[in-house]
């Protein structure tokens, strides 16, 4: 019986409790900055002229078909019988290495060259101190309040509730 007696009586108060909110601001009383170590990279561009030799464009491929042809023609018209057809081989050959040979260059004569800008991006990594912020302080009733911002805060908007 005193344990109903007893949680209706609790039931009652939380019925007809009340709460009451306000608001205030308060006077900061110091700002800190906050600071925070940060790794900041910068690109650097680095910049170079280079020689670079130019190819003919050819590999000789065209010019050994071509002279291979040749070569089989000219050796097909020599000789007779078996040795028509060796001298056909022969000429083939031969026509071959001189027609890669000319379409190549003799190899004799100094490549050419042409200047390309080359570039190359590199990073330069520094360590800082950086602002981050400020720890703004004040005093409500012997507490003291904290609040953290973007900058330097004159007062701080507090919210108060009373519970009876």
Not at 61 to 82: K, M, P, R, Y
Not at 97 to 121: F, H, M, Q, W
Not at 122 to 139: F, V
Request: net charge positive; proline share 3%; glycine share 12%.
């Amino acid at each position: 019986m005193k344990k109903v007696i007893l949680l209706s009586a609790l039931a009652l108060s939380t019925l007809f409790a009340e709460s009451l909110t306000m608001y205030d601001s308060v006077e900061v009383t110091r700002s800190e900055p906050v600071y925070r170590m940060v790794t900041v990279r910068s690109p650097v561009e680095e910049c170079w002229d280079e020689k670079v030799p130019v190819s003919s464009g050819s590999d000789g491929t065209l010019g050994a078909i071509i002279g291979g042809a040749a070569g089989g023609i000219l050796g097909h018209q020599v000789g007779g019988g078996s040795g028509k057809t060796a001298a056909t081989v022969g000429g083939a050959i031969l026509g071959t290495i001189v027609g890669k040979n000319l379409a190549e260059g003799d190899g004799n004569s100094d490549p050419s060259y042409r200047i390309e800008r080359r570039c190359k991006t590199r990073y330069i990594e520094k360590t800082e101190n950086r602002l981050i912020g400020y720890k703004n302080y004040a005093r409500y009733k012997g507490q003291e309040i904290v609040k953290f911002s973007n900058k330097p805060l004159k007062r701080i908007d507090i919210t108060v509730n009373v519970n009876y």
